[in-house]
């Protein structure tokens, strides 16, 4: 799945959210790309898990086709 987060906007908040989707599953592959604020995740978790931690912990993202 594939989310924009328009409020990442540095390798420390590329960082904070790869952790926040460790935590909900310790083996998703996730890929980031600051500079077009999209992060690839293949995961386990349910887009609506992953949205709701990432919103917690102050990322909202929005889901790209």
Known sequence: ???EIANMT???CARSVTATIKDLDPNAQVDIDVATK???VQ???TVEQLT????ADGFPPVLKA
């Open 38 to 40: 999209l992060v690839n």
């Open 43 to 45: 995961s386990s978790a």
């Open 52 to 55: 709701e931690a990432l919103t």
């Open 10 to 12: 540095c390798g420390g």
């Open 1 to 3: 799945m594939k989310f």
